[in-house]
Each structure stands twice: as C-alpha cells, then as structure tokens.
C-alpha cells in the first residue's frame, strides 16, 4: 500500500513562510503528478500547485508567485514552500499522489491525511 506522510504545517504569521513536504512511502516504481491541495472551513478542496514528473508546474492562480513546488522523484517527495501568507491561505492542505505504478500495475491516486496551516498575527 501506498501512504503519503505530510509535515510542515502550523502557524504562519502574515508575510511569513511555511515548508510543506510530503514523502509518499511504500512499494513505488513511480509517480506521475504530485501536489497539494487545500480545503478552508465551508469551502470545497481546491488545487494549489502539482508537479509533473518531468518538472511540470500547475498553480492555483491565488498562489502563483508566492508559493512554488518542487520535487525529489528519487524520494518520491514533494515540497512546497510558501511566502507572503495571508489569512485566506488557512486551510488543511492535502499531499495528492497521482498515476502511482508499483511492480507493472497502475495503482491509481492516493491521498495523505492532511496538514493544517493557520495564518494569523
């Protein structure tokens, strides 16, 4: 089975920073897209940013300059790393593995359990 372990989380001060990673663990022979995700209280899951593996990026328009991903495929890890934080970036944010293959088979997409960030003063 496949599990994704997020960390980072916590509370970030507005105009600060926070480091997301996320290590998915498990019998992986690969892993097309990883990313991040949020869900705010009353508001439905949204993307954030994914990367491809072969360096593709896809940002949240609300995030685009500010918070950038990146990825260690031979860890099977993926970063994300947040700058000017505003209040409205609060929310569970969700590590999502997508297109994983272990052992020839397509195993499909996993999710991992969530990590809150809060953004206040």
């Known amino acids: 089975q496949v599990q994704l372990l997020e960390s980072g989380g916590g509370l970030g001060q507005p105009g600060g920073s926070l480091r997301l990673p996320c290590a998915a663990s498990?019998?992986?022979?690969?892993?097309?897209?990883m990313g991040w995700y949020r869900q705010a209280p009353g508001k439905q899951r949204e993307l954030v940013a994914v990367?491809?593996?072969?360096?593709?990026?896809n940002y949240a328009d609300s995030v685009k300059g500010r918070f950038t991903i990146s990825r260690d495929n031979a860890k099977n890890t993926v970063y994300l790393q947040t700058s000017s934080l505003r209040p409205e970036d609060t929310a569970v944010y969700y590590c999502k593995a997508e297109g994983v293959e272990s052992g020839g088979f397509t195993l499909g997409d996993f999710w991992g359990q969530g990590t809150q960030v809060t953004v206040s003063s």
């Open positions: 498990g019998s992986i022979f690969s892993i097309n897209t």
């Open positions: 990367m491809t593996s072969g360096g593709r990026t």
